[in-house]
């Protein structure tokens, strides 16, 4: 554990305080001494005191490992934080006397990871109606009735209105999983609709929405999924680059007719407000990056064919083909926000089923992608698509550097190189003074399995992560394999598949799939953030949306043969549960063989 020592000193706003707790000290000693009981009250009013003083906003991490990212690595260096900036990085680096000083030795500190593209911080998204004119349902707006869309002027799914940052909800408890993980920055944005709205880059700490947003708006989202419901216009992919097409066509001749209009409205038909020609204007007039979809190297050459057309400064999301595609990106000059979540078979697929050599392709060689962006010059940044968890994003980014990634490329990728995609290179991704003090304090190498975060800063604030307790007993059952879970909720019965994997020492991982229930049955796959197995007892953590909020629940019970039973627990809730091996027996050859 780190050892933290005090310096002598104090800041000027705690030496305040000091002053206005001597004068409390001397009213309380007349009165203590008065009623003759000065002992114990002097020790609650210490306590008071300790409880009431807030942890300083100086900070010195001295002999540590530092890794700016943005220059060489410091063997022994010390990093100087001061009321949430960077102040001072070196080797030979004066510590002011306010500072709370922590020993480094033996740890690495890196910048802040950044989570590219996500939706943390957001609240489920209400369904968005067409809305004429630019009218519709978004985050946070009340639900609409479902209206039938027949053209590009009732704007279907179109909400680029909504800003992330007027949506952020500070209790999501994502945002504590992902800067336990390391991760201290992301990119927010709604994900539903064809113009779902506005993202913004988020630091993850704040007791209120403002005090998270870096930067907002940030970049305007494109998705280019279909209009659902029979008879809704776009129907199709070709429907729906059409329509986006017309929305920037519809934008430019807003950008032109407007202030004609503006400067001389007598004799002249006056624009019709569209907030949609709005929003989309002022993002081509800013220079805002517009994210466009492309996974496949088919779905990136038509997302720069759409750039191309549109004249919009274009980020590209997805990615994962682009060991085809990496010299046409790198011509383009356009910048990629790589997934994470390489594809795999389905979990419930027919394992004699037959599958498209193109397939198997893709799932073979997506981890090779950012090995070919980087040695085509492309700059890019990663993001997990989805309810990963922080090291479900760590352990793919290690699957890149197997597949010829270099290290420090796959670091860039999560810190400076994200930061600069996304515009915010000048106070987020790298270690140097005058940036935002948003950093990740580590025992070993980042992209070691085996490596623990010890503590985060964001915003200059210092976050310890308390590793959950566990039974140190080694674990006498196996856990590998498929579970039918059954449990009733107070909404009715829920069903789930788990997908689960116990290594040799008791951890446990994987992910739990909703199969029917109205909880389980529409939250799709979910990663176990944490788990282990200890004789014949479990537990595992994930997250879950319940009554519109995502909450952490846990699955915690033991195993006798092929059953298990147990308890689940989250927001206040507990239910009973109960699970069947699927098939009946252990697989041959998992980790949970190992176990005498």
């Avoid at 990871?113 to 519709?136: K, Q, R, V, Y």
Wanted: glycine share 12%; hydrophobic share 40%.
């Amino acid at each position: 554990m780190p050892v933290f020592a005090r310096q002598p000193a104090l800041p000027k706003e705690r030496r305040r305080d000091t002053v206005e707790e001597c004068v409390m000290a001397k009213w309380a000693d007349r009165v203590l001494r008065a009623t003759g009981k000065w002992v114990l009250v002097a020790l609650a009013l210490g306590m008071a005191l300790r409880a009431g003083a807030e942890e300083p906003r100086y900070f010195a991490i001295r002999h540590a490992r530092i890794v700016p990212v943005s220059g060489p690595e410091i063997k022994n260096g010390t990093v100087v934080i001061a009321k949430g900036l960077i102040v001072a990085v070196g080797e030979n680096v004066s510590i002011p006397p306010e500072a709370w000083v922590i020993e480094g030795k033996g740890l690495r500190v890196y910048p802040g990871f950044i989570n590219a593209l996500s939706d943390l911080g957001l609240g489920p998204p209400a369904p968005a109606g067409p809305g004429g004119g630019g009218g519709g349902a978004g985050r946070g707006q009340p639900q609409q009735a479902q209206q039938v869309s027949r053209g590009p002027e009732d704007r279907p799914a179109s909400t680029p209105w909504t800003d992330a940052a007027d949506e952020l909800k500070v209790d999501d408890k994502r945002i504590e999983t992902w800067r336990d993980g390391g991760f201290t920055s992301a990119l927010a944005a709604p994900m539903t609709g064809i113009f779902p709205g506005q993202g913004a880059v988020i630091n993850l700490a704040g007791d209120r929405p403002s005090a998270m947003v870096v930067s907002a708006p940030n970049a305007l989202l494109i998705t280019l999924q279909p209009a659902r419901g029979f008879a809704n216009f776009p129907d199709s992919l070709m429907g729906v680059i059409a329509y986006v097409r017309q929305v920037f066509l519809d934008a430019n001749w807003y950008n032109q007719a407007e202030p004609v209009y503006r400067s001389h409205p007598q004799g002249l038909e006056r624009p019709t407000y569209d907030r949609t020609e709005v929003v989309v204007n002022d993002t081509l007039v800013s220079g805002r990056p517009v994210l466009l979809p492309g996974n496949t190297a088919q779905e990136m050459h038509r997302a720069l064919l759409i750039a191309d057309r549109l004249g919009a400064h274009t980020i590209i999301y997805g990615g994962q083909q682009a060991y085809e595609d990496a010299d046409e990106l790198a011509a383009a000059k356009v910048p990629v926000l790589v997934n994470l979540k390489w594809p795999e078979r389905e979990r419930d697929a027919d394992p004699e089923a037959e599958e498209p050599l193109r397939v198997l392709r893709l799932r073979d060689r997506a981890p090779s992608a950012p090995a070919a962006l980087q040695k085509a010059g492309v700059k890019f940044a990663f993001y997990l698509e989805g309810t990963g968890v922080p090291k479900d994003a760590l352990k793919n980014a290690k699957k890149a550097i197997d597949a010829g990634l270099p290290a420090d490329a796959a670091l860039r990728a999560f810190t400076l190189s994200a930061a600069e995609i996304l515009g915010v290179g000048d106070r987020l991704g790298s270690i140097e003074p005058g940036k935002i003090a948003n950093l990740v304090v580590t025992d070993g190498d980042a992209f070691n399995e085996k490596t623990k975060v010890k503590m985060t800063f964001v915003d200059g604030r210092r976050y310890e992560v308390h590793e959950p307790g566990r039974p140190t007993a080694p674990p006498t059952v196996k856990l590998t394999g498929k579970w039918k879970i059954s449990l009733t909720s107070p909404q009715g019965p829920e069903e789930a598949t788990a997908d689960l994997s116990m290594a040799t020492d008791g951890t446990l991982s994987g992910s739990l799939t909703g199969v029917s229930g109205s909880t389980l049955g529409s939250v799709g796959t979910v990663s176990i953030s944490e788990g282990w197995v200890s004789g014949s007892q479990f537990s595992f953590t994930l997250s879950l949306t319940l009554e519109g909020s995502p909450t952490d629940v846990t699955f915690s019970g033991t195993l006798e043969g092929e059953q298990m039973k147990g308890t689940a627990s989250g927001g206040g809730m507990s239910v009973d549960f109960t699970g069947t091996r699927a098939g009946g027996t252990a697989p041959a050859g998992s980790a949970g063989q190992e176990v005498e």
